[in-house]
């Protein structure tokens, strides 16, 4: 039903969004505000048809469903909110100063669109992350064409969704080509996309392999363009003993709901806990392992990513010194697999750098460290992370400033006292990490500023005032905010 674009139109695609960047690029902050909230209003109007495809193609129930779609709605208008306003521009004027040796002439500067984006649909999040996800809503806000690659695990719902994107740029009297929707399952295709001349910046959520794929192929052109990949992340969560002790039961509860949340096929899933060996330690392990046994969860994605869970926590649970500490592997239903607790000592842990590599899916492996020297040691030896976690009393934070400093390192969001699953779309929220984390740690996949990946700095020097964007003009048309010296 759904064929692989060919490479013929592939190069039309990136072609007719080029043209149409000329056009779009130039577009007010409030037309293309304007654009996401039609486009909001759209998907809504698809209603419970939507979300019975989803459920379908996916396995994901109806209630994370309606949530999600709402969350996506949310992500439009907040974005275009957030355009409007205007702050993401970075507006910079510095005025002449003649008298200055030598003469200052009157600078100023912005942030103006890079160009056509390529997105690429993510598995797991088939409306937040997708066709109509937090990528695509970035570039639209900042001034960008898109071009789509649908993810081919839920191709009737992202060809649904840009249908809803269509009707509204008809709505808006905009050209279609400010947003093209392509089929490809096969590497080929997503290939000639980010290797296009066209194609400006790429967006992509989803595997370490795929990204990496995506980055290569950026930097393998004539001219190499950014690649914003977030790659998913363990998320270590590290435990004091003296807020273990108050409640390990309680806080094991805590964990086993977040790594099972959604089948625990969230980039956020807390996938390594480590703690200092103690007896709440092992009563929070034994407590941990009773909950995750006592859970019932529902079906993967699809059965690729069930396949490769079952594959990936069996590699794991080969290593001698490995210990299953829940349910193993529900062979009857691959589909629906048992979630699993599994605890190794640091030592082994520090021993084997595939201990570290994430198993997507309702998976955990607690480390258990001898001291606090050794906790060091493997917060020293964790990659790049979306999340990290410390569990600690007020007094145990302050007292473990170096363990804190070391996690901090290694991740873009740093949580207290709480579970990694869960990301808010708000200004202040950081999604992306080190690497191997995300491309690029200087950006964020969620909240507004999420827009700043697809633009660049650009600078006026003497413009007349007529001509300069309404941005930057002396008497601030729009009414932003902006800094003047």
């Known amino acids: 039903m759904f064929s692989d674009a060919t490479i013929e139109q592939v190069n039309d695609a990136m072609i007719q969004s080029g043209k149409a960047f000329k056009t779009y690029s130039k577009s007010s902050l409030e037309q293309r505000a304007s654009l996401m909230r039609a486009i909001a209003t759209e998907i809504e109007a698809l ?25 996506t709605m949310y992500q439009l208008t907040s974005y275009a909110d957030a355009c409007e306003k205007g702050d993401w521009l970075e507006a910079r004027i510095c005025t002449a100063l003649p008298d200055k040796v030598p003469a200052r002439p009157d600078i100023r500067k912005m942030l103006v669109p890079l160009g056509p984006v390529v997105v690429f649909g993510s598995s797991n999040f088939p409306y937040a992350y997708s066709t109509a996800g937090g990528d695509t809503a970035s570039a639209l806000a900042a001034g960008c064409t898109v071009v789509v690659k649908a993810h081919p695990a839920h191709p009737e719902t992202s060809a649904m969704v840009a249908g809803a994107i269509s009707k509204a740029l008809t709505t808006m009297e905009m050209s279609q080509d400010i947003f093209i929707h392509l089929n ?20 992509f959520t989803g595997s370490f392999t795929g990204g990496m794929a995506l980055f290569k192929w950026a ?25 273990l002790s108050s409640d390990p039961a309680g806080i094991a509860k805590m964990y086993a709901d977040s790594i099972s949340l959604g089948v625990g096929q969230f980039c ?48 794991i649970l080969q290593h001698a010194d490995v210990s299953i500490v829940s349910s193993s592997v529900d062979a009857a239903s691959l589909l629906a697999p048992r ?108 909240g507004p500023d999420a827009i700043k990946r697809f633009a660049r700095p650009m600078s006026f020097q003497n413009y007349p005032d007529a001509l300069l964007p309404d941005e930057l003009k002396s008497e601030n048309p729009l009414m932003i905010h902006r800094i003047i010296e």
């Open 339 to 446: 979630p699993i607790i599994a605890s190794v000592s640091a030592t082994a842990f520090l021993e084997n750098p595939s201990l570290k590599e994430e198993v997507f899916g309702p998976f955990s492996l607690v480390v258990v460290c001898n001291s606090a020297e050794e906790m060091k040691a493997v917060a020293a030896a964790m990659d790049g992370q979306l999340t990290s976690t410390i569990m600690a009393t007020e007094n145990e934070a302050l007292a473990n400033t170096e363990i804190i400093d070391l996690v901090a390192e290694k991740c873009g969001r740093i949580i207290m006292n709480g579970v990694p699953t869960g990301v808010e779309v708000c200004y202040a929220m950081q999604h992306g990490g080190p690497f191997p984390a995300s491309t690029d740690p200087r950006f964020t996949s969620v």
């Open 184 to 203: 490809g399952a096969s590497h080929a295709v997503g290939e000639a996309l980010v290797k296009h001349e066209q194609a400006k910046a790429v967006g």
């Open 219 to 243: 930097n393998q052109r004539k001219e190499p363009i950014p690649v914003f990949a977030e790659m998913g992340s363990v998320n270590p969560v590290f435990l004091l003993e003296e807020k």
């Open 47 to 71: 209603g419970d048809a939507l979300i019975e495809v989803t459920m379908r193609e996916t396995n994901l129930p109806e209630a994370r469903l309606k949530g999600e779609r709402g969350r």
């Open 268 to 315: 956020t899933n807390p996938g390594i806990i480590i703690g200092i060996d103690s007896a709440a330690l092992q009563a929070f392990i034994s407590f941990l392992g009773e909950k995750m046994d006592a859970i019932t969860v529902g079906k993967m994605l699809h059965q690729g990513i069930a396949d490769a869970y079952v594959q990936k926590a069996a590699t």
